[in-house]
């Protein structure tokens, strides 16, 4: 089993700031990788697929980056409505899920 | 719009069965799989595996292998997924959620159905 390990398990910020969300796989997953964010009592949302690619209506403050085993989610000027928690997935060998970081108000 | 509509609640006893649905619309049903995903309280996200609903065909967890079944019925657009011999750890929201195949990320997602098991 691919294991996915996010890091940190939470984060402080504030609005306005800039964050890095980082996803390690234990092995190569190429760039089959995607993120969500899930806000209380919703179901999750995809925001980025194939490592670096955004979904349909998601803004461009949220990009994606990394290939390989090392992976990232950049939040430009954090808006109000982005303080969430943030998985990441890999979909090369199964599917697993990291355990998530939770983007929380400083 | 793609929709994916799951039904309600359950409470089940330790040992039960649980069949939850996830009917489709706004897209061609059978063109994209079915995932069922299940989130403990306060905890992360665990796929359980996903339905061809074109060929029936499906892929389980291992750790769900002999416990679970996912079916479909075209002529409805609806995915079902039944887990047998509850456990407390079973305890979640049970999420369906599309993906094309290969690469396999969720685009659409279902409510999500609250599985409650007691003793």
């Known amino acids: 089993e691919i294991v996915m390990t996010q890091a940190p398990v939470t984060l402080s910020a504030s609005p306005g700031e800039r964050v890095t969300l980082s996803c390690r796989a234990s092995q190569i997953i190429s760039i089959n990788l995607a993120w969500y964010q899930q806000k209380p009592g919703q179901a999750p949302r995809l925001l980025i697929f194939g490592a670096s690619a955004r979904a349909t209506g998601i803004p461009a403050r949220f990009s994606g980056s990394g290939s390989g085993t090392e992976f990232t989610l950049t939040i430009n000027s954090l808006q109000s409505e982005d303080f969430a928690v943030y998985y990441c997935q890999q979909h090369e060998l199964g599917i697993t899920f990291g355990q998530g970081t939770k983007l929380e108000t400083k | 719009q793609v929709q994916l509509v799951q039904s309600g609640a359950e409470v089940k006893k330790t040992g039960a069965s649980v069949k939850v649905s996830c009917k489709a619309s706004?897209?061609?049903?059978?063109?994209?799989?079915i995932n069922w995903v299940r989130q403990a309280p306060r905890q992360g996200l665990e796929w359980v595996g996903w339905?061809?609903?074109?060929?029936?065909?499906?892929n389980y967890e291992q750790k769900f292998q002999g416990r679970v079944t996912m079916t479909r019925d075209t002529s409805t657009s609806t995915a079902y997924m039944e887990l047998n011999r509850l456990t407390s750890d079973d305890a979640a929201v049970y999420y369906c959620?599309?993906?094309?195949?290969?690469?396999?990320?969720?685009?659409?997602w279902g409510q999500g159905t609250l599985v409650t098991v007691s003793s």
């Open positions: 959620a599309t993906c094309s195949g290969t690469p396999c990320y969720f685009e659409y």
């Open positions: 339905i061809n609903p074109n060929s029936g065909g499906t």
């Open positions: 706004g897209y061609g049903f059978i063109g994209h799989y």
